[in-house]
């Protein structure tokens, strides 16, 4: 198992704000909003600075793409650090197509677990790789825009890019 010193990360700036991206030669393990107060939200931190990891690299390239409206889906080996059902709904969550939403009720079915809609919103709550494994995709099932790291502003922000909205 990789531990919290085997991660490396970077900042770059985004249109949705400073983005960290954290990863370990096994993949990318993290990006969050830098300026965050949630911190915590993701366990692999990365305690040294590398931008030219070619994890980091490769993740900046194609977020770069994505925002530039020149790609759909992202092509990254991803080290997920989580509880089986968290990397289930994460896994997931990779399966929704670009332009798309889902519910967290139709999450927890596609997980196994129908009746866990509350479970799969925590989990989603706790991803670890914000826009590559796209938790804002996942609406409430009334079509209200629901909680996201980034905010509900950015949420709809991507939503928009995506033209799902």
Same mark, same amino acid.
């Given at each position: 198992?990789?531990?919290?010193?085997d991660?490396?990360y970077?900042t770059?700036?985004?249109?949705?704000?400073?983005l960290r991206l954290?990863?370990?030669?096994k993949?990318l393990? =993290?990006?969050?909003?830098?300026?965050?107060? #949630? +911190?915590?939200?993701? *366990? &692999?931190? /990365?305690?040294?600075e590398s931008?030219?990891?070619?994890v980091?690299v490769e993740?900046e390239r194609?977020l770069?793409e994505?925002?530039?409206?020149?790609r759909?889906t992202?092509?990254?080996?991803?080290?997920?650090v989580?509880t089986?059902f968290?990397?289930?709904v994460?896994?997931?969550?990779l399966t929704?197509?670009?332009?798309?939403?889902?519910?967290? =009720?139709?999450?927890?079915?596609q997980?196994? #677990? +129908?009746?866990a809609? *509350? &479970?799969? /919103?925590?989990?989603n709550?706790?991803?670890?790789?914000?826009i590559?494994?796209?938790?804002?995709?996942?609406?409430?099932?009334?079509?209200?825009l629901?909680?996201f790291?980034?905010?509900?502003?950015v949420?709809?922000?991507?939503l928009?890019?995506e033209?799902?909205?």
């Amino acid at each position: 198992m990789t531990t919290t010193s085997d991660y490396v990360y970077k900042t770059i700036d985004s249109p949705v704000g400073r983005l960290r991206l954290v990863a370990s030669d096994k993949g990318l393990a =993290g990006v969050w909003w830098a300026d965050s107060n #949630r +911190p915590t939200r993701i *366990r &692999a931190r /990365g305690d040294s600075e590398s931008p030219r990891h070619p994890v980091l690299v490769e993740t900046e390239r194609q977020l770069r793409e994505y925002f530039a409206g020149r790609r759909q889906t992202f092509d990254l080996k991803l080290d997920f650090v989580g509880t089986p059902f968290q990397r289930s709904v994460w896994k997931a969550l990779l399966t929704i197509p670009f332009g798309q939403t889902r519910t967290y =009720g139709e999450i927890a079915k596609q997980v196994g #677990r +129908p009746s866990a809609s *509350r &479970a799969v /919103g925590a989990a989603n709550g706790q991803n670890p790789v914000a826009i590559v494994a796209p938790c804002h995709r996942v609406i409430g099932s009334t079509g209200a825009l629901t909680g996201f790291g980034g905010g509900l502003d950015v949420k709809e922000q991507l939503l928009r890019l995506e033209g799902s909205l």
